[in-house]
């Protein structure tokens, strides 16, 4: 298996941006999901009720300022577009803590269980998408690890999909009949909420270990110790 895409958001509910390269840390991938929208009262608003945020696309510039359609996030311009798109008092927050996670830091999307959705894998929202992986195997990951060189991550469990599936990432044509097909045929569920053991950096193409059971405990207890021995005789066990 290997690492085939990585994707950042920098803007909560906004389209984000496809990556060679990333540092991930304690948080995920860094950088994503720094800022969010809220309205006049201080609540979170997503693209689940607003989807026209979907519209508009958040990256990482050059001195990791983050942009919105080419314009910093902050500038009177985006301010307008926010409020054009939720009404008075809407604006942007940045929160880098990790409450501003939906469910867990990362979302581990694979080719296999993509293939058997049928549409475009910007619907579900990865931050990585594994490659070469067969099938819905997905689903037997939870409980196990993902080792991406040094990097080292866990696998929670399937996450729960919302009608923000529904939505085209392009066109924002919405078919609800797409969302209604994931609870059909995955049960509501698809891809991989995932937290972070080990952080480091990841390359799209590495290679992409799953480590399981007694292993996986061992992989993380090693690393948390700097016992690199322990980490070697683990990978023997999962062999």
Same mark, same amino acid.
Request: hydrophobic share 40%.
């Given at each position: 298996m290997n690492v085939a895409e990585i994707w950042r958001y920098p803007v909560k509910t906004m389209a984000g941006e496809p990556l060679q390269s990333a540092s991930v840390g304690p948080l995920g991938i860094e950088g994503d999901r720094a800022v969010h929208v809220e309205d006049a009262v201080g609540r979170v608003i997503t693209s689940r009720t607003h989807p026209r945020?979907? #519209?508009? $696309?958040?990256?990482? &510039?050059?001195? #990791?300022e983050i942009l919105v359609d080419g314009r910093p996030w902050d500038s009177a311009e985006v301010a307008a577009d926010v409020t054009a798109i939720a009404g008075m008092g809407a604006r942007l927050v940045r929160d880098e803590s990790a409450e501003r996670f939906d469910v867990l830091p990362l979302l581990v999307a694979t080719d296999g269980a993509i293939a058997a959705f049928g549409h475009d894998r910007r619907r579900l929202r990865p931050n990585i998408v594994i490659g070469g992986v067969e099938g819905m195997a997905e689903r037997d990951w939870p409980g196990a690890c993902l080792r991406i060189g040094t990097v080292l991550i866990g696998v929670q469990d399937l996450r729960l999909r919302c009608i923000m599936t529904s939505f085209h990432p392009d066109?924002?044509?919405? %078919? $609800?009949?797409i969302t209604r097909s994931i609870y059909q045929r995955f049960e509501g569920k698809l891809a991989l909420n995932c937290f972070v053991i080990q952080g480091g950096r990841i390359v799209? +193409?590495?290679?992409?270990?799953?480590? =399981? +059971? =007694?292993?996986?405990?061992?992989?993380? +207890?090693?690393?948390?110790? #700097?016992? =690199?021995? /322990?980490?070697?005789? /683990? %990978?023997?066990?999962? &062999?």
């Amino acid at each position: 298996m290997n690492v085939a895409e990585i994707w950042r958001y920098p803007v909560k509910t906004m389209a984000g941006e496809p990556l060679q390269s990333a540092s991930v840390g304690p948080l995920g991938i860094e950088g994503d999901r720094a800022v969010h929208v809220e309205d006049a009262v201080g609540r979170v608003i997503t693209s689940r009720t607003h989807p026209r945020f979907l #519209g508009h $696309k958040a990256v990482l &510039g050059p001195h #990791g300022e983050i942009l919105v359609d080419g314009r910093p996030w902050d500038s009177a311009e985006v301010a307008a577009d926010v409020t054009a798109i939720a009404g008075m008092g809407a604006r942007l927050v940045r929160d880098e803590s990790a409450e501003r996670f939906d469910v867990l830091p990362l979302l581990v999307a694979t080719d296999g269980a993509i293939a058997a959705f049928g549409h475009d894998r910007r619907r579900l929202r990865p931050n990585i998408v594994i490659g070469g992986v067969e099938g819905m195997a997905e689903r037997d990951w939870p409980g196990a690890c993902l080792r991406i060189g040094t990097v080292l991550i866990g696998v929670q469990d399937l996450r729960l999909r919302c009608i923000m599936t529904s939505f085209h990432p392009d066109t924002l044509a919405q %078919d $609800k009949n797409i969302t209604r097909s994931i609870y059909q045929r995955f049960e509501g569920k698809l891809a991989l909420n995932c937290f972070v053991i080990q952080g480091g950096r990841i390359v799209v +193409g590495d290679t992409v270990e799953l480590v =399981r +059971g =007694r292993a996986c405990a061992e992989s993380a +207890g090693a690393i948390q110790t #700097g016992d =690199r021995h /322990a980490v070697s005789s /683990a %990978d023997h066990q999962a &062999g």
